[in-house]
């Protein structure tokens, strides 16, 4: 069974820049999952960020995000990113990396958190202003 951990959280000013990364084990083939990242901030519910294909020949995101944020992965390396530019207090928040087998880029996003393969535990993302 995969296994996810994600890192590079932390606390930066608005305007700035953050790359989160999330590395998978366990997954014998990697490159079939479609990976996605999802955000929770304080007391509200989890939310979808973006989400990209096995291949990396198709990404999805958010329109809270799109222009600012890019995912990408290295099957190689098991990893997948998130590259965060322009951050803005409304993006703070826990940020959980996603696999899934079955869920394209476009329809990640949809499913309800059980219904995907693994999540990773997440990591604090906080903007100040």
């Known amino acids: 069974q995969v296994q996810l951990a994600e890192s590079g959280g932390g606390l930066v000013q608005a305007g700035g820049s953050l790359r989160l990364s999330c590395v998978a084990s366990?997954?014998?083939?990697?490159?079939?999952?479609?990976m996605g990242w999802f955000r929770q901030p304080p007391g509200k519910e989890r939310e979808f960020v973006a989400a990209?294909?096995?291949?990396?020949?198709?990404?999805y995101y958010a329109d809270s995000v799109k222009g600012r944020f890019t995912i990408s992965r290295d099957n190689a390396k098991n990893t997948v990113y998130l590259q965060m530019e322009s951050l803005k207090p409304e993006d703070s928040a826990v940020y959980y990396c996603?696999?899934?087998?079955?869920?394209?880029?476009?329809?990640?996003?949809?499913?309800?958190?059980?219904?995907?393969?693994?999540w990773g535990q997440g990591t604090l993302v906080t903007v100040s202003s």
């Open positions: 996603a696999a899934d087998q079955i869920s394209t880029d476009r329809t990640m996003g949809g499913n309800s958190p059980g219904a995907l393969d693994a």
């Open positions: 990209i294909s096995w291949g990396s020949t198709s990404t």
């Open positions: 366990g997954a014998q083939f990697f490159n079939s999952y479609t």
